[in-house]
């Protein structure tokens, strides 16, 4: 377990999309302030859907074999996760909500294996989720947040701090607003900052 490590992982199918683009930024602003920082792009990893068989209920470990146990096992022993997905018919991308599926068998082992009291929002990890669409509605990330929230809390962390962008669509047009680019930078920066300030978090699922 790093505390002060941060995983950050891209959703969306484009690799120099929009959502990319700003994670990179949160992620040389994390780097700049001293953190170690570990990418992961989920459209490069294996990754099956949930089939809901609920093996995980024997012990909490998604029977699956593919790259999920190397990301569970990467995401677990971090301080930090920056998240960053498109926006897809109000939802995250495809590849996104696939990892989060996986991870309810994390959820199973909390609440079905060994039932545990939440931790102490000290100890609890920090959630950063950087999001885009096309459109401009009030809306446009309401569904999305509060699955987002839900996941984090199954990974014991905070939904810490969010950067929502409309008016997003083609590929790199984040490029078109320095300030959009800036301020993910510092936000990333913050979120190091912030981890190394922090009480140690604790691991979760060592
Ligand atoms: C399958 C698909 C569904 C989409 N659904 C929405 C949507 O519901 N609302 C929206 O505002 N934009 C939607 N968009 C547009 C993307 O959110 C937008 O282009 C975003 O900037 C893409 O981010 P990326 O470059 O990081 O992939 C959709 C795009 C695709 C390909």
Redesign the pocket.
């Known amino acids: 377990m790093d505390p002060h490590r941060i995983v950050a992982i891209y959703g969306?199918?484009?690799r120099r999309?929009?959502?990319?683009t700003l994670l990179k930024q949160a992620v040389a602003g994390a780097q700049e302030a001293g953190a170690r920082v570990e990418e992961i792009v989920l459209r490069d990893l294996k990754l099956s859907p949930c089939l809901e068989i609920y093996s995980c209920k024997q012990d909490g470990e998604c029977r699956i074999h593919d790259d999920f146990q190397k990301v569970r096992e990467r995401v677990l022993s971090a301080g930090g996760l920056m998240l960053a997905s498109?926006?897809?018919?109000?939802a995250v991308s495809a590849h996104t909500k696939i990892l989060m599926d996986r991870f309810h068998s994390l959820w199973v082992k909390k609440h079905w294996v060994h039932p545990r009291r939440d931790l102490a929002p000290a100890a609890r990890r920090k959630g950063l989720f950087i999001s885009?669409?096309?459109?401009r509605g009030q809306r446009?990330f309401e569904g999305t947040l509060l699955s987002i929230r839900y996941f984090f809390d199954t990974l014991d962390m905070d939904l810490w701090k969010s950067l929502l962008y409309r008016g997003?669509?083609?590929?790199g047009?984040v490029q078109e607003h320095p300030d959009y680019l800036k301020e993910a930078y510092q936000t990333g920066r913050q979120l190091a900052e912030t981890l190394n300030a922090g009480t140690p978090v604790t691991a979760i699922d060592s």
């Open positions: 969306s199918p484009r999309g929009n959502t990319a498109p926006i897809f018919y109000y885009a669409g096309a459109t446009l997003l669509e083609n590929e047009e």
